[in-house]
């Protein structure tokens, strides 16, 4: 049906030029722009170099790949540049793609490919119709008519979550710019009210968990409420709500760097799309102070700890899911310490697999196991995607203020069916951000669980069940093993020492790890501090503290540059 429609909406009566246009507000990078520039065309973790021609007539390596070209926000790294190179290649890609797919052919017309479309060729029109001949604006228009009338027969179809925003705020703002469109407007600011009131919780989250996309939710009903209020139109009750309830999570899920927390297949954000996004709201609420989106922030001094203490997204929600419970990240400054490895979905198959099991996060996992486990495979945005399964029934969470600092314990029941145990985690923040205490727990406490657990002996022929507490490291953390082996010490890029410990119940080693990011050509090498051990009795505990040492002052003047996050 997206494919008639779009042939359909080619004989349509197109738009002939602008009511007005929305302020841009898309935030392009600059290098990224002059990689496209060079003919390095870097998407979904597949570089393709290809300098004398134009990225319609590259062969799309995955699925991934065609869509991010498809939905043009490319467009955006060249307008960053700005420069006469930036614009003719801006200009003749556009072209050429209403050459090729303007009839309604080729992977870009859906409905939130088309929306995202729709923006940036809108907040780009200037820069894409500088010096053009007549006959190329007009076709412009036309095109731009013809994907709005395609987008408001389809955007229906648009999954729940961000697909439909998209949809639903591309078709918001072509109304509002195009000529004969406004009819569009309210119809889509309805649809767009109730989107706003079904798929954002009270707590200010979405199904999925992942806190990127709920950014990119949150600057799209940022740029659709500033639309509108350009165009003397009021946003719906409930859109206004779901910004307001949106913006103290994204600052609880925001590290003392300014990026996100990286759970559930999210990554730390575009730079400057959360400072932006968050200023452009107007809401001046602080970081909610219990749960946001099922995750806990710790802070103090110059250190933040993000917790992930809420069930995994369940059913179709969890297409992207990670078997997180109880992971952590923590960050010093401008500088992350301990992370998740992050979603490896840009590096293929067996990566992004790899990315989603419990010991790629910072968290304790029993040898072999995730808290929860992938399952059936499940068709969701066209692609095929393994849905978590068997995920803990049970997620509980205590908070506590000390006169020295915060502290946060949280359990959980995902080795219940496999081990009979209980996982619980307790973290103790300082006040000045300098120590944190941890302490984690195995028990078999019920009666059922103390049966499980001797099964699984059994199975092991009483030889203790294995298990590692993991601490994934930042690339640029240095860390060496230190006190004959009873510590491990960090050296941060800032000059910050940090020193690691444990009660000596279990064995202590610096193993390889990765870091993945989505633009990078494969996964950057990093470390892990692992506490190995076994547990023999129904319950099991190992303490551990991350401390800055002595010497290391409490304001460090961080002037070290940061590598690009590309290569």
Same mark, same amino acid.
């Given at each position: ?281 107007? #809401?001046?609420?602080?970081?909610? =102070? %219990?749960? /946001?989106? +099922? ?5 103090? &001094? $110059?250190? @933040? ?31 992350? #310490?301990?992370?998740?490895?992050? =979603? %490896?979905? /840009?590096? +293929? ?5 790899? &990315? $989603?099991? @419990? ?209």
């Amino acid at each position: 049906m997206d494919r008639v429609q779009a042939r359909l909406s080619t004989l349509s009566r197109p738009a002939t030029g602008f009511v007005s246009q929305p302020e841009p507000r898309t935030i392009g990078t600059f290098a990224r722009g002059r990689q496209l520039i060079a003919g390095n065309f870097l998407f979904a973790g597949f570089l393709v170099e290809a300098p004398e021609h134009s990225i319609w007539d590259i062969a799309p390596p995955s699925i991934e790949f065609a869509e991010e070209i498809q939905g043009f926000t490319w467009l955006d790294d060249l307008a960053a540049v700005g420069d006469r190179n930036a614009r003719l290649r801006a200009q003749n890609w556009t072209a050429d793609w209403m050459t090729r797919h303007g009839r309604g052919s080729g992977p870009g017309w859906v409905p939130d490919l088309t929306g995202r479309r729709l923006i940036r060729w809108i907040n780009n029109a200037i820069f894409l119709m500088n010096g053009q001949d007549p006959k190329v604006t007009q076709a412009f228009y036309r095109s731009l008519g013809q994907q709005t009338i395609f987008l408001s027969r389809r955007w229906k179809s648009a999954a729940h979550g961000l697909p439909r925003f998209e949809a639903l705020v591309g078709l918001i703002y072509a109304g509002l710019s195009l000529t004969g469109m406004d009819r569009h407007v309210a119809p889509a600011v309805k649809a767009l009210s109730r989107e706003c009131r079904d798929q954002i919780d009270a707590e200010g989250g979405i199904p999925t968990r992942n806190p990127e996309e709920l950014l990119e939710v949150f600057t799209l009903l940022t740029w659709a409420a500033a639309a509108l209020s350009g165009a003397g139109k009021v946003a719906s009750r409930d859109h206004v709500a779901a910004i307001e309830r949106i913006a103290p999570t994204l600052r609880a899920l925001r590290h003392t760097d300014g990026g996100l927390a990286r759970f559930h297949g999210g990554g730390r954000g575009l730079e400057g799309r959360l400072d932006h996004a968050l200023a452009a709201s107007g #809401v001046r609420a602080t970081a909610n =102070s %219990g749960l /946001s989106m +099922g995750y806990v922030r710790l802070s103090g &001094g $110059r250190t @933040s700890v993000v917790i992930d203490a809420a069930k995994p997204p369940a059913a179709e929600a969890s297409g992207n899911a990670h078997a997180s419970t109880l992971g952590f990240e923590l960050t010093s400054g401008r500088r992350p #310490v301990i992370v998740n490895c992050g =979603s %490896g979905a /840009s590096f +293929g198959v067996e990566w992004r697999r790899a &990315g $989603r099991a @419990s010991q790629s996060h910072s968290t304790l996992v029993l040898e072999g196991y995730s808290s929860s486990r992938l399952g059936a495979k499940r068709m969701i945005g066209g692609l095929s995607r393994e849905l978590l399964d068997d995920i803990p029934s049970e997620v509980g969470l205590q908070q506590g203020t000390e006169p020295d600092g915060t502290s946060v314990t949280s359990w959980h029941n995902g080795y219940v069916p496999t081990h009979g145990l209980i996982h619980a985690r307790r973290l103790d923040l300082s006040s000045d951000g300098r120590v944190l205490v941890g302490e984690d727990t195995l028990g078999a406490f019920s009666d059922a669980q103390k049966k499980r657990w001797d099964a699984a002996m059994d199975r092991v022929r009483l030889e203790g069940i294995p298990f590692s507490a993991r601490f994934h490291l930042h690339p640029d953390v240095d860390a060496e093993i230190d006190m004959g082996g009873a510590a491990v010490s960090l050296e941060l890029k800032s000059g910050e020492i940090w020193i690691f410990r444990h009660d000596g119940s279990c064995e202590i080693t610096l193993e390889p790890s990765v870091y993945l990011e989505r633009n990078r050509l494969k996964p950057r090498p990093s470390r892990q501090i692992v506490l190995s051990g076994r547990v023999y009795e129904h319950t099991g505990q190992i303490n551990w503290t991350l401390a800055k040492a002595q010497d290391t002052p409490l304001g460090v003047r961080d002037l070290v540059q940061d590598e690009p996050a590309f290569d």
